[in-house]
C-alpha cells in the first residue's frame, strides 16, 4: 500500500533496486557483448576519423620517438622542456615504438591496440567491481553496461591518448580496495602510484 502523495514505483526500477539475483552466466555474456560492441564501434570510430590521433597525442608520441632514441624526454633534441602530464604512459609506449621499429610496423597502430586492450580491460574490471559490490545480482550488470554504453569508452579507444591508461589502474585500485585480501595493500599502494605516474590528476582519486 502507497503512503500518501507516493507515487507507484515502475516495476523495472523496483526489480533492479530489489537486487534480484540472477545467473553468472548473464553477467559473463554481458561481458562478453561489451567487449565485441567496444571493439566495432572503436573500429567504426577509426575508420570514421580516417585512422587519425587527437593532436595532443602526437605531443607525447614525439616525446616517446625521442627518448626511444636515446635523445630523452624532449619535444625536440637539446631543447629540455616538459611538455607532457603523462609520464608513465610515455614510459610505457618507448618498448613499443622500438619493437615497431624492428619489426618494421606501423607505431600509431600498436597505441590504438593498447589503448583498446586497456579499455578492454577496464570493462572486465567493471564487472569484477560490480559482483564485488552488489554480488550476482542484476546490479552487479549497472558498472559494464553505463561504460560501454558511453560513447567516448570506444572513442578514447583509437584516439592515442592516455585515458584508458590511466582508467585501467584506478579501477584496478579501486579492485583491490573492494577485495581485501593480504597482498591488497602494497597492490593498491602499486595501483595509485602508476595512476598518479599516468597523470597527476589522479591525487583526486588518492586522495579521497
Not at 7 to 13: G, I, K, T
Not at 28 to 54: E, G, K, P
Not at 104 to 127: A, K, P
Not at 156 to 162: L, Q, V
Amino acid at each position: 500500500m502507497l503512503a500518501r502523495g507516493a507515487l507507484p514505483r515502475p516495476r523495472a526500477v523496483s526489480f533492479l533496486l530489489a537486487g534480484a539475483r540472477i545467473d553468472r552466466a548473464v553477467i559473463d555474456l554481458v561481458l562478453a557483448l561489451s567487449f565485441v560492441a567496444t571493439a566495432v564501434l572503436a573500429a567504426h570510430f577509426c575508420a570514421r576519423y580516417h585512422h587519425n590521433f587527437w593532436d595532443d597525442a602526437y605531443i607525447s608520441l614525439r616525446y616517446v620517438k625521442n627518448l626511444a632514441h636515446g635523445e630523452g624526454l624532449v619535444f625536440n633534441p637539446g631543447e629540455r622542456v616538459e611538455g607532457y602530464s603523462n609520464f608513465l604512459w610515455i614510459v610505457f609506449l618507448t618498448p613499443s615504438y622500438r619493437l615497431a621499429e624492428v619489426l618494421g610496423s606501423e607505431f600509431l597502430d600498436l597505441v590504438r591496440l593498447w589503448c583498446t586492450l586497456f579499455t578492454l580491460g577496464n570493462l572486465y574490471l567493471l564487472s569484477r567491481i560490480g559482483l564485488r559490490l552488489f554480488g550476482v545480482r542484476l546490479l552487479a550488470l549497472v558498472p559494464v553496461v553505463l561504460f560501454a554504453c558511453d560513447g567516448a569508452t570506444p572513442f578514447f579507444a583509437i584516439i592515442g591518448m592516455e585515458n584508458p591508461f590511466q582508467q585501467f589502474w584506478l579501477l584496478l585500485a579501486l579492485q583491490l580496495l573492494l577485495a581485501r585480501s593480504e597482498r591488497s595493500p602494497l597492490l593498491l599502494g602499486l595501483a595509485l602510484t602508476m595512476a598518479m605516474l599516468t597523470r597527476l590528476d589522479s591525487a583526486i582519486f588518492v586522495g579521497s
